[in-house]
Structures are given as C-alpha cells and as structure tokens.
T-cell receptor, first 112, second 118 residues
Framework: KAGVTQTPRYLIKTRGQQVTLSCSPISGHRSVSWYQQTPGQGLQFLFEYFSETQRNKGNFPGRFSGRQFSNSRSEMNVSTLELGDSALYLC???????????FGPGTRLTVL | AQSVTQLDSQVPVFEEAPVELRCNYSSSVSVYLFWYVQYPNQGLQLLLKYLSGSTLVESINGFEAEFNKSQTSFHLRKPSVHISDTAEYFCAVSVAMNYGGSQGNLIFGKGTKLSVKP
C-alpha cells in the first residue's frame, strides 16, 4: 500500500503570496489532519477533515484554510504569507474510527 | 486541555548504552499515548502506542514505554542503543473517544533529540 504523499516537497514563496499544499492519504483512509512544525513552536495541529467536513481546528489565524475532496485528498491553503509561516507542513491520514495517524514526508515551505 | 512535556530537549549517549526519554502529560479526560520518531528530512513514524491494557508496550526495534497513570508519565526506554537510533523522538497524546478511536488532533511534546555516538 502506498503511504501518505505530499506535494510539493519543497516550496519557496515571498511574503504576501499565497500557497496551496496537497496531501493524498493512504487508500481507504478518510480522515486527514494537518500539522505545522517549526523549531520554535514544535508540532502544532492545524485542522482535521473527515468526509469532506472540517471536524477539528487548531488555533491558527483564518489565513490558514483547508478542504477535502470526495476522494479524501486534501489541500491546505495559506494566504498572505508571513515570514513566520516558514515551516514543515505535515499531513497525516487515518481510518475512520482509528486512533493511529500515518504521516507523510511533509512539505517544507520557506517564505522570503 | 491536554499538554505534553518532554523533559529533555537533547540526550547524547554512547552506542550500546541504555537510554530513557522522559514524557509527562496532563489531561482531565482519558487519552491515548504515542511515541513518534522523526529522522532528518522525513515525516513522523509511529514507534509505539498505549491505548489500554498492559501498561508496558514494546516496539519491534527494541524500544519500550511504560504508562504510569499516577505519575502521568509515558517514558521511552531502550536497553542498548545503536547509531541508527539517532533521531528526534516525540511524545504525543490524543483524546480517547467512546467508540475506541480518538480525536484527530495529536498534541505533541517539543521533542527530544537523541544523539548516539560511537
């Protein structure tokens, strides 16, 4: 079974731009969660989607948004990028009623 | 609210020495406990998890962790480490749900960088 895939793996943007990151979950997984990892704040939960609905949201500003498609693939969008948005963005998928999340390799976003 | 504290940000050890990575958590509701490992430039891999039952859980590569409810701890141990164990280790919790699953948001500690020296 293929693992969680994230595209692109690396991204460089400038302040004020917007960015869209993509995540394809493991086949059969319907829940997708997103996390931001930075050296200062560590791993922080952004949001979780299940069956195209946002089920849970972390404490991030409205510039961070996401969505999930009918095939369970998910995208997250960050608008009006700030320098502090530079981070590794990790996506994780899980089965519907599971307690175990499987992580992708991440997208490293650099904001200049 | 839940929180996780990893008491050591860096742990240097020599190869074949034992190691313990400490993790304490705080929660007013039942949680599941996890240890994840992250190798450089990679995502997180689940090392082991505690859901219920025996308080001692083991991984396939020699790590073990013990859930201690009274001390709200979930320390990770390995009796003899290898160079290949060099990585960052994250302790995490998620809120347990009635149906046996958990909420989709893991709460992580700040991580412990394990450095194994020859």
């Amino acid at each position: 079974k293929a693992g969680v895939t994230q595209t692109p793996r690396y991204l460089i943007k400038t302040r004020g731009q917007q960015v869209t990151l993509s995540c394809s979950p493991i086949s059969g997984h319907r829940s997708v969660s997103w996390y931001q990892q930075t050296p200062g704040q560590g791993l922080q939960f952004l949001f979780e989607y299940f069956s195209e609905t946002q089920r849970n949201k972390g404490n991030f500003p409205g510039r961070f948004s996401g969505r999930q498609f009918s095939n369970s693939r998910s995208e997250m969008n960050v608008s009006t990028l700030e320098l502090g948005d530079s981070a590794l963005y990790l996506c994780a998928s899980s089965l519907a009623l599971s307690n175990e999340q499987f992580f992708g390799p991440g997208t490293r976003l650099t904001v200049l | 609210a839940q929180s996780v504290t990893q008491l050591d940000s860096q742990v240097p050890v020599f190869e074949e020495a034992p190691v313990e990575l400490r993790c304490n958590y705080s929660s007013s509701v039942s949680v599941y406990l996890f240890w994840y490992v992250q190798y450089p430039n990679q995502g997180l891999q689940l090392l082991l998890k505690y859901l219920s039952g025996s308080t001692l859980v083991e991984s396939i590569n020699g790590f073990e962790a013990e859930f201690n409810k009274s001390q709200t701890s979930f320390h990770l141990r390995k009796p003899s480490v290898h160079i290949s164990d060099t990585a960052e280790y994250f302790c995490a919790v998620s809120v347990a749900m009635n149906y046996g699953g958990s909420q989709g948001n893991l709460i992580f500690g700040k991580g412990t960088k394990l450095s194994v020296k020859p």
